[in-house]
């Protein structure tokens, strides 16, 4: 465990020098004290802290049989790990991406630096554990740290599957997705009855419905919240990156768009944590920068709101 | 789920690949395959050849050298290359299979009419699919291993294979047209999400030939036999 800690901490730290290098603004704290410590959350109801930013597979993993970007993707995969990421999130629906973040994960011997999320994604409400055992041969791991009914499908059966797995130990955590700003309703519902540790759910600056409801009732209920869609699909990034950053950006921690958009959103207070996907080791790099520095305050949060607004 | 939750999706949401990875298939079946595409340019470039005889046998051999073209794209390339990152591609595949296995049919069970063809017209029809439609996937993808050629490339072999609507008879043409169109709204929908806007030609020009096609078809009245 010594070794393993040590090695870790070694490819992280060897990581923020490359960030340091690449960002130094990013290291360059206003308030005079050194910010190297990753921003991490704390899943509520247990004691157990996991990074703010974590990694989606959606699109940018599903590359199949081709072995060169299979190692591309394995590159994005190690800088996010380097750089102090842990929650890699996937679903059966999204193609070959389970397998190839399994193939990534052998290759970079990485089965142990992983907090693996997985999502339940089959109609069949009596296939709950079959699929987790699918996923987790595709991924290469043991057990999943969370299992999530995939956008409520087949959710009533699911969740009692799951719950029942989470007392037999074969899962740590269980939650349910949502994606797009769908069916909110009854998803508060579910939130309202189940024992749920995590939601994962649509949040950035623009899709912001969820702070109307969900979010509360997720801090009132004491369950973690996945973001995810934090660059809207890549559409913020397309509306907005022309654009100049605001002068103040620094004074909430930001040196690029990447930052802008998911330093808001973790800076909420009931988010546990966001899932940008990408396919490009220099985008992983700017993602990962949001987990380091200032966050905004509620304040500079609304100030960052209106900013967009008013573009 | 409600009309309105359905409605919310976006076609965004059904392609769950990015344009790199896409574009990437016709470059690694091409590396997959080589040599074999010369064969597929010398049947694609050589088969108008077969029509210009006033021979049956010339043209169903042609039709063969479709089908087999239809079978060779759909399942090497759509079930082998496609279909692990999009599902509904591997259905499209087998589809591809079955009209081959369709056209194939119509050669051994009359469905290939002797009729008088304007074959220099279809020659022309048929030389700009196989010759111009290769260079799109190459100028989306700006590689030229991308090239998309018939017999290998879904788009191109039904682009061209369109205007084997003009070598059938009147129930077959009927049974071979609905691929065509459905697998011209599919690959449409698909170049649309990933902005491949040179590729986006192949399926208008899928659905044009299958227009020329039917003005290819001879009257009865001209028969060969």
Redesign the interface.
């Known amino acids: 465990m010594a070794d393993w800690f040590s090695r870790r901490q070694f490819l992280i730290n060897a990581g923020l020098a490359g960030l340091a290098l690449k960002s130094p603004s990013l290291f360059a704290n206003t308030s005079g004290t050194p910010s190297l410590s990753p921003i991490m959350r704390q899943i509520p109801g247990a004691n157990e802290n996991i990074p703010a930013i974590g990694m989606g597979t959606?699109?940018?993993f599903?590359?199949?049989?081709?072995e060169?970007?299979v190692a591309q993707r394995t590159r994005v995969l190690k800088t996010f790990f380097d750089l102090g990421g842990t929650v890699v999130d996937g679903s059966p629906?999204?193609?070959?991406a389970a397998d190839v973040v399994g193939e990534a994960l052998d290759s970079l011997g990485a089965h142990d630096r992983i907090f693996a999320a997985t999502k339940i994604w089959t109609g069949d409400e009596s296939e709950t554990r079959q699929e987790a055992a699918r996923s987790g041969r595709r991924w290469g791991v043991e057990r999943f740290d969370l299992l999530q009914v995939h956008n409520l499908l087949g959710w009533q059966g699911h969740i009692e599957n799951l719950k029942q797995m989470k007392a037999n130990g074969e899962v740590r955590y269980i939650g349910i997705t949502t994606s797009?700003?769908?069916?909110h309703r009854e998803f508060a519902q579910i939130m309202e009855r189940e024992p749920l540790d995590f939601v994962q759910l649509t949040y950035n600056v623009l899709d912001r419905e969820v702070e109307d409801r969900l979010l509360p009732l997720a801090q009132e209920r004491g369950i973690g919240v996945i973001v995810n869609r934090p660059f809207q699909?890549g559409s913020l990034f397309r509306r907005f990156q022309s654009e100049p950053l605001p002068d103040w950006a620094g004074q909430v921690g930001v040196s690029n768009w990447a930052e802008f958009f998911l330093k808001f959103i973790i800076s909420h207070p009931a988010v546990t944590c966001a899932i940008p996907a990408t396919?490009k080791v220099e985008h992983m790099k700017e993602n990962m920068g949001a987990l380091y520095g200032a966050l905004p305050d509620a304040d500079q949060r609304q100030r960052m709101a209106d900013y967009v607004r008013s573009l | 789920m409600s009309g309105a939750d359905w409605l919310s999706y976006s076609l965004q949401d059904f392609v769950m690949f990015g344009p790199q990875v896409f574009l990437r298939l016709f470059v690694r079946i091409n590396q997959d395959l080589w040599p074999w595409q010369v064969l597929a340019v010398v049947v694609a470039i050589g088969l108008p050849a077969l029509l210009l005889k006033r021979d049956l046998r010339a043209r169903r051999l042609a039709a063969g050298l479709i089908a087999v073209a239809w079978v060779v794209s759909g399942y090497g390339y759509l079930v082998g290359y496609f279909g692990p990152i999009n599902w509904p591609a591997a259905w499209f595949g087998w589809a591809f299979v079955v009209q081959g296995a369709l056209l194939a049919a119509a050669v051994f069970f009359g469905g290939v009419h002797g009729h008088r063809l304007p074959a220099r017209r279809f020659a022309v029809f048929w030389l700009m699919a196989v010759c111009g439609l290769p260079w799109l996937a190459m100028a989306d993808s700006g590689q030229w291993q991308a090239v998309a050629l018939f017999g290998v490339a879904p788009g191109t072999t039904a682009a061209a294979g369109a205007l084997a609507v003009a070598l059938l008879t009147g129930p077959w043409r009927w049974l071979y047209l609905p691929l065509l169109l459905l697998w011209s709204v599919f690959s449409a929908a698909i170049f649309w999400v990933l902005q491949t806007w040179w590729l986006l030609l192949t399926p208008v020009a899928t659905l044009l030939l299958v227009g020329a096609g039917f003005w290819l078809s001879p009257r009865p009245a001209r028969s060969l036999d």
């Open positions: 959606w699109i940018t599903n590359v199949g049989g081709d060169q970007l629906m999204y193609g070959t797009h700003g769908r069916r699909g396919s």
